[in-house]
């Protein structure tokens, strides 16, 4: 596992988060974006219309600084300075949900990917709901089957954006029943930990530390012990087998050590 630095906050959203209540994600994106400028990039949608005045509405009271908007048409816009030049006193930047392939494919190694980096590198906030949860890794699902047995070809995975290691996120986990699709994800490379998040929870993280908010939970499939798997010798539509294989799962108040990969109770 790699440490992930001294870098800035991951703010990993597994979709559907309050908007209008409690808004406890929201706000703890405005305090850790402590008054500055926050980002919407709406770039996962094709059509963003509404995406902004809803996030506007839900940060309005919650001394957040100057919200502004960010969409690219096109890979293109990507370079354009007026683009770029939204980024430049950012506190932090929250990627709406859509499409994940939109956001990699207009502005993966772009100068607005680089200038994310720079955020991040920095100190920033990176936040990203549903398919901007779903960006944050290095390697990201895209598609495959829920709410069934998973099938060993039944998966598709793309680049993402790497801001997080040898992590592969999935969201809208137990509403959408994808605890198989995430089991299959690990399978195909168990070094990496699967991180299942349900809608309006969230993943903070922190360093190697992260800690869970909100009101479902985050579930973490870690295939380090993994003693048998079919992946390599079944059929594509055949089920998958894997046996030894841990699970975590973790509600408001807990957290996870990615370093030492073992659970944090909330007394520690």
Known sequence: MHEQGSK???????????????????????REVRGGKLVLATVASRRPEGYFDDYQRAFSDLDLGDLV????????EAGDRSKLSVLDDAAGIFFSGGDQLRITSQIGDTGIEAKVRALYERGGVVAGTSAGASVMSETMLVKGTSQITHRIGDLHMAPGLGLIRDVIIDQHFAERGRFGRLIGAVAHNPRVLGM?????????VRGDRIDVIGSGAVYVVDGTHVTHSNVAEGQSDCALALHDVRVHVLPDGNGYDLKERRPISPDN
């Open 8 to 30: 800035g906050c991951l703010i990993i959203i597994g979709g559907n988060e309050d908007r209008k209540d409690e808004r406890r994600i929201l706000r703890e994106v405005a």
């Open 69 to 76: 908007e960010l969409y690219v048409e096109d890979r293109v």
């Open 196 to 204: 299942g998040i349900d809608e309006d929870t969230a993943a903070i």
